[in-house]
């Protein structure tokens, strides 16, 4: 019955697109859908025909304000390198991270005004137009759920709405916004929030994606968790397990009172009598006194 119902749905999902496609041949898709796998095929082709569905906004930066991402989160690509955005060696003249007290939240990349500028991957452009601080500014919104972000242009090659292929001239670069001499100020997005495009890309002549499937934790969004200046140390998690197993976990400790019992010191710090115990190294039944110092793990 499932089986049934996502085959239905992937000849939906095909009418639309061989009638977006008009060069497509359903049928030849249909096997190539079906001897692979069937549930990336499917998802792959309704991202296609929804990026521009949800929050297309020319105009706002962020339209994703409302939107709570949880982490970690999962980055999938079906290539495994990027277009480079210049067309010649990439030189990081700043990383993501911490700069003169502020979130530096992309990498500038050096060149000179008037180099060509392209897209990293497939996509549809979101915004290309004049934004406060980044100046020229093209937004690319790819399939996989990325926008990436090329700044301080200083003239725009597409306009909004254009669907670009990986490669697709985007601009020229220059220093328009606030910029500190030219460079491209590159950032990647996921729904509004930053990553460190290093903990996805390789920015070295290769143009490597580090891995076809990356797990993102809270500190690869956060700018002040890395420095501008250097290269964090980068460990690509590459399962969910992986990725929660990474997460440092809070701990403290509680000093046992009169009255207390296992159970009420875990209903006390919410959590389980299980953790307490396996944190601890002790068994349900252990004797506890008082003044006895317990690590509480959240
Ligand atoms: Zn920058």
Redesign the pocket.
């Known amino acids: 019955m499932k089986l049934l119902f996502s085959s239905i749905l992937i000849l939906l999902s095909l009418n639309l697109y061989a009638q977006k496609h008009k060069n497509l041949n359903p049928v030849a898709y249909y096997i190539l859908v079906d001897s692979t796998n069937t549930k990336t095929s499917n998802d792959s082709l309704s991202l296609e025909l929804d990026i521009k569905k949800d929050f297309w906004n020319h105009t706002v930066y962020n339209p994703y304000k409302e939107v709570t991402v949880t982490f970690p989160l999962k980055i999938a690509f079906t290539d495994s390198t990027y277009f480079s955005p210049i067309g010649k060696d990439k030189v990081v003249t700043?990383r993501y991270g911490w700069r003169r007290g502020r979130a530096?939240n992309?990498?500038?990349i050096d060149l000179i005004t008037g180099d060509s500028i392209f897209s990293m991957f497939d996509g549809i452009v979101r915004m290309a137009r004049y934004t406060r601080g980044h100046g020229r500014t093209v937004v690319v919104r790819h399939y996989n759920g990325l926008e990436t972000v090329y700044a301080h242009l200083s003239k725009y090659g597409v306009k909004e709405n254009d669907t670009v292929s990986r490669g697709s001239y985007l601009g020229k670069g220059g220093v328009s916004g606030n910029a500190r001499g030219s460079h491209l100020?590159l950032v990647v997005n996921y729904k509004g929030i930053p990553i460190n495009p290093e903990y996805l890309f390789e920015f070295n002549e290769e143009n490597k994606i580090r891995s076809s499937e990356l797990w993102v934790t809270k500190k690869w969004t956060q700018a002040i968790a890395h420095n501008s200046k250097r290269q964090s140390k980068i460990k690509p998690l590459l399962t969910e397990e992986e990725a929660i197993a990474s997460l440092v976990k809070e701990r403290s400790v509680y000093i046992v009172k009169s009255g207390d019992t296992l159970s009420r010191i875990s209903k006390l710090n919410n959590i389980t009598i299980a953790s307490l115990c396996k944190v601890n190294a002790i068994k349900r039944n252990s004797v506890i006194r008082i003044g006895q110092k317990l690590v509480i793990e959240k």
């Open positions: 700043s530096h992309g990498i500038d100020h």
